[in-house]
């Protein structure tokens, strides 16, 4: 187990968005389709919430060690879409309070803890 807070940087891509999307078969045209996604307000096409979600899990893992496995809770609520070319910070503090943010606002909020 690991204390304190950790966090790891992950500049986004297309080709991201793209490999993940033929993983999990989601074919929603935001995800792909930049002049789509601004035409609806997005700065451009939106990744993956369960990405992200990956991303937390990763941390939690590295946190909370094997038992992640077995008794690892997680609560997450997305607040903000995620670009190409977004440079993403995902955090997991001491208290497991969880947090995606690129550099433009907050992406994801929540908390990674172990049950019992």
């Avoid at 968005?17 to 307000?41: C, P, Q, S, V, W």
């Avoid at 992640?68 to 910070?89: F, N, Q």
């Avoid at 969880?98 to 908390?111: F, H, I, M, P, W």
């Amino acid at each position: 187990m690991t204390t304190g807070k950790i966090s790891r940087t992950i500049p986004q891509t297309q080709e991201m968005f793209d490999d993940y999307g033929r993983l999990n078969g989601d074919n929603d045209i935001l995800h792909y389709d930049d002049a789509f996604a601004k035409a609806r307000g997005f700065r451009g096409t939106l990744g993956h919430g369960l990405m992200y979600t990956g991303y937390v899990c990763d941390l939690a893992a590295r946190k909370y060690g094997p038992e992640w496995l077995s008794r690892g809770r997680l609560t997450v609520k997305y607040v903000r879409g995620v670009c190409p070319g977004d440079r993403l910070e995902v955090s997991l503090d001491e208290d497991g309070t969880v947090q995606c943010e690129s550099q433009y606002e907050v992406t994801l909020v929540g908390r990674a803890t172990l049950a019992g």
